[in-house]
Nanobody, 117 residues
């Protein structure tokens, strides 16, 4: 049984930092591209960043220089370090696991990030 569980969300003031974590169990983690998406109220879900199975990251322009994605294959975990947070970063953040060739695709339940003063 596949489980994808995010943690680390919360409330933070503008300029603050949060670190999200996503643990994926029941999959061969090293064969998956891991991504973080977010969905703000009234908006569509959007890709924030992903890291390939080989460890190469790709960032959406609005988070470049502020967010850092990393993965630990031994722990089946992907992290998102978010610095210099802005109110427009407020959203539910979702973890996504996409198999490199087999078409398997899994989502977590999401974790809320709120940036406000």
């Amino acid at each position: 049984q596949v489980q994808v569980v995010e943690s680390g969300g919360g409330w933070v003031q503008p300029g603050g930092s949060l670190r999200l974590a996503c643990v994926a169990s029941g999959i061969n983690f090293s064969l998956y591209t891991m991504g973080w998406y977010r969905q703000a109220p009234g908006k569509q879900r959007e890709l924030v960043v992903f890291v390939t199975s080989s460890g190469r990251p790709n960032y959406e322009d609005s988070v470049k220089g502020r967010f850092t994605i990393s993965r630990d294959n031994a722990k089946n975990t992907v992290y998102l370090q978010m610095n210099s947070l802005k109110p427009e970063d407020t959203a539910v953040y979702y973890c996504n696991c996409k198999h490199d060739w087999a078409g398997y695709n899994y989502w977590g339940q999401g974790t809320q990030v709120t940036v406000s003063s």
